[in-house]
């Protein structure tokens, strides 16, 4: 069984930084990336940013390109999402997820299996 647990969300004001964590536990092999998707209400989930678990390989959103950095500690199953420079339309909830896929990094869809989100609040 695999669990992912996100921490770090928070409010903060607009130019603030905050990092997101996901640590991963039960089933910690076989998986090619983690990723971070994002959800506000009434849109879809959006995809944010992965890295590929084991050569480090990085995916971002245009709309974070330069503002967020993704990283992984691999010896302790956890990722992170530095986020600098928040603005009010990064308000959502964060989730991490795991997808075995090498190809889809970037599509919801390929991930199977996902944390509980952790809300980040960009006031202005």
């Known amino acids: 069984q695999v669990q992912l647990v996100e921490s770090g969300g928070g409010r903060v004001q607009a130019g603030g930084s905050l990092t997101l964590s996901c640590a991963l536990s039960?089933?910690?092999?076989?998986?090619?990336?983690m990723g971070w998707f994002r959800q506000s209400p009434g849109k879809e989930r959006e995809f944010v940013a992965a890295?590929?678990?084991?050569?480090?390989?990085?995916y971002y959103a245009d709309s974070v390109k330069g503002r967020f950095t993704i990283s992984r500690d691999a010896p302790k199953d956890t990722a992170y999402l530095q986020m600098n420079s928040l603005e009010p339309e990064d308000t959502a909830v964060y989730y991490c997820?795991?997808?075995?896929?090498?190809?889809?990094?970037?599509?919801?869809?390929?991930?199977?299996?996902w944390g509980q989100g952790t809300q980040v609040t960009v006031s202005s």
């Open positions: 039960g089933r910690t092999y076989g998986y090619y990336a």
């Open positions: 997820a795991t997808t075995p896929y090498n190809d889809r990094a970037r599509a919801p869809s390929a991930y199977d299996h």
């Open positions: 890295v590929s678990w084991r050569a480090g390989i990085k």
